[in-house]
């Protein structure tokens, strides 16, 4: 296996800085060997490659100096540390072709100096655009010199329409150098045209003349050149701590850009994100959220969210999503959804306000998560697998529900209970996959003659429940007769027309759950008691 990792030659013994390093940059491909003194340090440079080489320039007996100069026999890129700069110190480093200095004493230097590794590695065999005048001068062999320091692979050009097409054959230049005047065009030109032709590819564009002019025109080129789209405009000589400062805060941003681009493209892909304008008209939505509903952006995009509104949502979770939105706060929920073919999905999801510069709500952003496999899960433990009605688990869980509704909102709560008539018969004479289907036949009846706000349950063996919300004595007693009269009514296959018993309750205010299903289960009993085929009141 090919290991990417990066070897760092490091000939300082700061404690602090080296304890940064290791601290700072843990998760970065880079391994620190340190060479404690030169013999272990030329023995290191004879078997060992190196990526770049920090070295404390104020080592004793001007041993700083003489790291330096044999690590650059090695073509290794340096970074020079001091604890202060002199002018002497400067004016000694500023003949060395190190890449930079770092000022290691405070914090501000260390984070320099982590950034210029880490831009180290980022430049590393990354192609860089040259264009200059002549590609022999003086001037651009100064230049090209810099770039090879930062580990860049220059290439360079003298036309302006040379440089459109490289840039056209390789869109991984990043960053382009333009002096003033080119073989073929003026270095203004180019810079505006590579602006103009590839506003998407974040292009670093630096400036630079090498003509001898006076400031004020120095300065008017220089003005010009900025107002051309250049990051940074030099004259003869490249300030390189100047350059290297603004290289690498211009790629620390485009990182960051791209980070937040990928990142951006991430919740595209695979997050469910719709935003509406005040009326609920869909504005955007995310590619993943048109994969789950099967609409593409066209057919969402300027429609109102209710497209994708499924019939059996109640009403009321809407009405109560939109009054907590208008006055300011999020709702969250699980919603049962619609696809474009007519399946459905759920979703829990996140609803929040989204606001302009003066506080004012401009939008709502819907953040949604597929809960349709879970969904799925719970339908199973709550339904009857015979019958596919609800099962006694979502009775116990409905009706308490249903309880503490009917206290909060003063409203009555009625039971009835079924029972088939000699169902045991059915069983011993026609077998159990006949008593089975009297079942599900009874179950689709039953389900049939019930109001939407009524809920069947299956309570076990041949007993069946109906939970009547906001239901009076009478309410009740009509329902239970109208089920009664379509099981009576109903020619059963092989085995013909069956009776059931029927216990009916009224809720009361001292009745505790327990007791209200005791109290029905009471009327069934009765009405098996008293002959069956009957309707019992408790």
Same mark, same amino acid.
């Given at each position: 296996?090919?290991?990417?990792?990066?070897?760092?030659?490091?000939?300082?013994?700061?404690?602090?800085?080296?304890?940064?390093?290791?601290?700072?940059?843990?998760?970065?491909? &880079?391994?620190?060997?340190?060479?404690?003194?030169?013999?272990?340090?030329?023995?290191?440079?004879?078997?060992?490659?190196?990526?770049?080489?920090?070295?404390?320039?104020?080592?004793?007996?001007?041993?700083?100096?003489?790291?330096?100069?044999?690590?650059?026999?090695?073509?290794?890129?340096?970074?020079?540390?001091?604890?202060?700069?002199?002018?002497?110190?400067?004016?000694?480093?500023?003949?060395?072709?190190?890449?930079?200095?770092?000022?290691?004493?405070?914090?501000?230097?260390?984070?320099?100096?982590?950034?210029?590794?880490?831009?180290?590695?980022?430049?590393?065999?990354?192609?860089?655009?040259?264009?200059?005048?002549?590609?022999?001068?003086?001037?651009?062999?100064?230049?090209?010199?810099?770039?090879?320091?930062?580990?860049?692979?220059?290439?360079?050009?003298?036309?302006?329409?040379?440089?459109?097409?490289?840039?056209?054959?390789?869109?991984?230049?990043?960053?382009?150098?333009?002096?003033?005047?080119?073989?073929?065009?003026?270095?203004?030109?180019?810079?505006?045209?590579?602006?103009?032709?590839?506003?998407?590819?974040?292009?670093?564009?630096?400036?630079?003349?090498?003509?001898?002019?006076?400031?004020?025109?120095?300065?008017?080129?220089?003005?010009?050149?900025?107002?051309?789209?250049?990051?940074?405009?030099?004259?003869?000589?490249?300030?390189?701590?100047?350059?290297?400062?603004?290289?690498?805060?211009?790629?620390?941003?485009?990182?960051?850009?791209?980070?937040?681009?990928?990142?951006?493209?991430?919740?595209?892909?695979?997050?469910?994100?719709?935003?509406?304008?005040?009326?609920?008209?869909?504005?955007?939505?995310?590619?993943?959220?048109?994969?789950?509903?099967?609409?593409?952006?066209?057919?969402?995009?300027?429609?109102?969210?209710?497209?994708?509104?499924?019939?059996?949502?109640?009403?009321?979770?809407?009405?109560?999503?939109?009054?907590?939105?208008?006055?300011?706060?999020?709702?969250?929920?699980?919603?049962?959804?619609?696809?474009?073919?007519?399946?459905?999905?759920?979703?829990?999801?996140?609803?929040?306000?989204?606001?302009?510069?003066?506080?004012?709500?401009?939008?709502?952003?819907?953040?949604? &998560?597929?809960?349709?496999?879970?969904?799925?899960?719970?339908?199973?433990?709550?339904?009857?697998?015979?019958?596919?009605? &609800?099962?006694?688990?979502?009775?116990?869980?409905?009706?308490?529900?249903?309880?503490?509704?009917?206290?909060?909102?003063?409203?009555?709560?009625?039971?009835?209970?079924?029972?088939?008539?000699? &169902?045991?018969?059915?069983?011993?004479?026609?077998?159990?996959?006949?008593?089975?289907?009297?079942?599900?036949?009874?179950?689709?009846?039953?389900?049939?003659?019930?109001?939407?706000?009524?809920?069947?349950?299956?309570?076990?063996?041949?007993?069946?429940?109906?939970?009547?919300?906001?239901?009076?004595?009478?309410?009740?007693?009509?329902?239970?007769?109208?089920?009664?009269?379509?099981?009576?009514?109903?020619?059963?296959?092989?085995?013909?027309?069956?009776?059931?018993?029927?216990?009916?309750?009224?809720?009361?205010?001292?009745?505790?759950?327990?007791?209200?299903?005791?109290?029905?289960?009471?009327?069934?009993?009765?009405?098996?008691?008293?002959?069956?085929?009957?309707?019992?009141?408790?």
């Amino acid at each position: 296996m090919i290991s990417h990792t990066k070897n760092i030659l490091v000939a300082d013994t700061d404690i602090h800085l080296i304890a940064f390093l290791q601290e700072e940059i843990q998760n970065r491909q &880079f391994h620190y060997s340190f060479a404690a003194g030169y013999d272990y340090l030329v023995d290191q440079l004879e078997n060992e490659t190196f990526f770049a080489a920090i070295v404390d320039f104020e080592l004793e007996n001007s041993e700083g100096d003489k790291f330096i100069d044999y690590i650059i026999t090695k073509n290794i890129p340096t970074i020079a540390t001091v604890n202060e700069m002199s002018v002497a110190q400067y004016n000694t480093l500023s003949r060395y072709p190190i890449i930079d200095y770092v000022i290691k004493s405070n914090l501000a230097g260390k984070k320099y100096l982590r950034d210029l590794l880490q831009g180290l590695e980022y430049f590393y065999h990354k192609h860089i655009l040259v264009c200059c005048n002549a590609s022999c001068s003086p001037a651009s062999e100064s230049i090209l010199r810099l770039f090879r320091s930062l580990l860049f692979r220059p290439i360079l050009t003298t036309s302006a329409y040379d440089a459109l097409r490289i840039l056209d054959e390789d869109e991984s230049i990043k960053i382009v150098y333009v002096n003033e005047t080119l073989h073929d065009q003026e270095g203004l030109w180019l810079c505006r045209e590579i602006k103009n032709r590839y506003p998407s590819r974040d292009i670093i564009l630096f400036g630079g003349s090498k003509m001898a002019m006076d400031l004020q025109q120095f300065e008017k080129l220089k003005g010009e050149f900025f107002k051309s789209g250049v990051t940074d405009f030099f004259g003869e000589s490249i300030d390189k701590e100047r350059f290297n400062t603004h290289l690498l805060n211009t790629t620390k941003i485009l990182k960051q850009k791209k980070s937040l681009g990928s990142y951006i493209q991430t919740v595209e892909r695979y997050v469910l994100i719709s935003i509406t304008n005040l009326n609920g008209i869909i504005l955007y939505a995310s590619d993943a959220f048109c994969d789950i509903c099967g609409y593409s952006k066209e057919e969402l995009i300027g429609k109102s969210h209710n497209i994708i509104r499924h019939p059996d949502m109640d009403p009321s979770i809407f009405k109560d999503l939109w009054s907590t939105l208008k006055s300011g706060k999020g709702w969250k929920g699980e919603v049962k959804n619609r696809k474009k073919n007519g399946d459905h999905y759920w979703v829990s999801v996140s609803v929040e306000p989204m606001y302009d510069d003066t506080g004012s709500v401009i939008a709502y952003q819907s953040v949604r &998560f597929d809960i349709t496999d879970r969904k799925r899960v719970e339908e199973l433990l709550i339904t009857d697998r015979l019958t596919g009605i &609800f099962n006694r688990r979502k009775f116990d869980e409905v009706l308490h529900y249903e309880f503490s509704q009917r206290k909060r909102r003063e409203k009555d709560l009625a039971l009835i209970m079924v029972d088939f008539d000699h &169902f045991k018969q059915i069983n011993d004479t026609y077998g159990h996959q006949t008593g089975d289907n009297v079942l599900i036949q009874t179950a689709k009846l039953m389900h049939a003659s019930i109001r939407s706000s009524d809920s069947l349950y299956r309570w076990g063996g041949e007993e069946f429940c109906i939970i009547c919300p906001s239901t009076d004595s009478e309410g009740v007693m009509n329902l239970a007769a109208k089920v009664k009269t379509a099981i009576n009514e109903c020619d059963f296959c092989t085995i013909g027309r069956q009776t059931v018993s029927l216990g009916v309750a009224l809720a009361q205010e001292e009745d505790t759950v327990d007791l209200f299903v005791k109290r029905v289960d009471t009327a069934l009993y009765k009405a098996k008691f008293l002959g069956r085929n009957r309707i019992e009141w408790e």
